[in-house]
């Protein structure tokens, strides 16, 4: 099956930022790739994606080499960049646009399919706003569907979910697997364990190297801490019974002068648990019934099966 390789890549700055990364991206499959920040994914990415020259080993699509000597990706390979990339004095639409006419597609097609492309970020009335009038999650939105409107065979994608409410966050990690589905390699570096939890397979950075993925990392560890609140609001309260008047309560005693009085004491109150990752099942990869085939090494799973 078609796949983006990556064969023993090492990328050295003034250090080494990759270490002898040896991977596979499978076409037909979601791939998350996580790790702490500074871990090396967007520079992974960027050398998976041909943006960069790695220092040693190689980078292939479909046995061809992503790199090009030029820094300009193949044109099979469309990105989701993290800091989004977008011109900002340009319209969502024209920032959208411009990467079909890029590839050769005419101007009226092109705003044509740009819209359609919004639309499917729930973001189409927002096509003539210039992007530096758009909110955090919004430009990210656009970077999505500028991402996916090439209909790319490679779509990488650097944390496209980072600003996003949990609905928009659904909402991309569908589109996501759509892309998947018709057969693109998608790959989504993501530090959030419901986006890993929705891909086919996983892969974990830690200072430029490969975690053991076989032996899977606990991604609950990154996960929020059990928030806790100082105080909450009363909630109404309601009796059907009639109640028996209480006593009067005796008169109480003078305040103390205001130099005398203790700070109130507000104990901190339990709060529910974060909801279940089961609640983002709407945008859950098929389970192909074999276990383990989101975590640990993408050799677990069978290469015949995209799941
Ligand atoms: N041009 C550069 N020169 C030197 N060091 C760099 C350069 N670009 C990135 N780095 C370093 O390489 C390391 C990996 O960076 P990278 O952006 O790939 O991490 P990341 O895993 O994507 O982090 P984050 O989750 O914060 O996005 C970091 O320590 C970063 O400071
Ligand atoms: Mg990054």
């Given at each position: 099956m078609t796949a983006l390789r990556l064969d023993a890549i090492t990328y050295v700055m003034?250090?080494?930022?990759?270490?002898?990364?040896?991977?596979e991206f499978r076409a037909g499959e979601v791939t998350a790739l996580s790790g702490p920040s500074g871990s090396?994914?967007?520079?992974?990415l960027s050398i998976a994606g041909g943006?960069?020259?790695?220092?040693?080993g190689t980078a292939s699509y479909d046995d061809r080499?992503?790199?090009?000597g030029t820094g300009d990706p193949r044109p099979e390979v469309a990105f989701v960049l993290q800091v989004y990339g977008l011109v900002p004095i340009l319209s969502a639409r024209e920032n959208v646009s411009v990467a079909l006419r890029a590839r050769g597609v005419k101007p009226d097609e092109a705003d044509e399919r740009a819209e359609a492309a919004l639309a499917r970020f729930h973001i189409a009335d927002l096509g003539d706003r210039q992007v530096e009038e758009l909110s955090g999650g919004q430009m990210q939105r656009v970077a999505c569907a500028r991402g996916l409107v090439?209909?790319?065979?490679?779509?990488l994608a650097d944390e496209p979910t980072s600003e996003l409410d949990e609905g928009n966050r659904g909402l991309v990690l569908a589109e996501l697997r759509k892309e998947a589905e018709r057969g693109a390699v998608v790959v989504v570096a993501t530090h959030d364990p419901a986006v890993v939890d929705?891909?086919?397979?996983?892969?974990v950075l830690d200072e430029g190297r490969l975690t053991d993925h076989v032996a899977p990392v606990d991604l609950q560890q990154f996960a929020r801490p059990e928030r806790r609140i100082i105080a909450e609001a009363a909630p109404p309260h309601f009796d059907p019974e009639p109640r028996t008047p209480e006593p009067p309560e005796p008169p109480e005693p003078p305040e103390p002068p205001v130099e005398q009085r203790s700070a109130p004491v507000?104990?901190?109150?339990?709060?529910?648990?974060?909801?279940?990752?089961?609640?983002?099942?709407?945008?859950?990869?098929p389970r192909s019934g074999s276990p383990g085939s989101n975590t640990g090494s993408t050799g677990d799973t069978d290469a015949s099966d995209p799941a």
């Open positions: 003034s250090r080494r930022l990759l270490d002898d990364v040896t991977l090396g994914k967007t520079t992974l943006l960069i020259e790695a220092t040693s080499p992503m790199w090009l090439v209909g790319a065979a490679v779509l929705a891909c086919d397979a996983h892969y507000l104990e901190p109150q339990p709060v529910a648990p974060p909801r279940h990752r089961s609640d983002d099942a709407a945008f859950r990869r």
